[in-house]
Nanobody
Framework: QVHVVESGGGSVQPGGSLRLSCAAS????????MGWYRQGPGKERELVAL??????TSYADSAKGRFTISRADTLHAALQMNSLKPEDTAVYFC????????????????WGQGTQVTVSS
């Protein structure tokens, strides 16, 4: 069974930094895309950043220049967030897209449970 787990959320003052980590597990052979989405209070879930297996990245306009997504290996990704603003307050979800496991070659998508990021003075 595939699991996706986030870590690294917390509270920080405006201008501060946080690093989120994501780890996938469960007999995974490959993951096409890993990324981060967020859902702020009263808002819909939105894309923050993606990194594909080949290393290419995509960012929401709100994240460009402040956030950096990286992928250490097949199962691990991270999001370095700098110059945080109050509007970055949200639950951040790790996304694993196009996951193929040793027991199931069909491609499936998985989500983590989310980690809270609060930016406040």
């Amino acid at each position: 069974q595939v699991h996706v787990v986030e870590s690294g959320g917390g509270s920080v003052q405006p201008g501060g930094s946080l690093r989120l980590s994501c780890a996938a597990s469960g007999g995974i052979l490959s993951i096409n895309t890993m990324g981060w989405y967020r859902q702020g209070p009263g808002k819909e879930r939105e894309l923050v950043a993606l990194v594909r297996s080949g290393g290419t990245t995509s960012y929401a306009d709100s994240a460009k220049g402040r956030f950096t997504i990286s992928r250490a290996d097949t199962l691990h990704a991270a999001l370095q967030m700098n110059s945080l603003k109050p509007e970055d307050t949200a639950v951040y979800f790790c996304y694993a897209g196009g996951v193929r496991t040793y027991s199931n070659w069909e491609l499936n998508d998985y989500w983590g449970q989310g980690t809270q990021v609060t930016v406040s003075s």
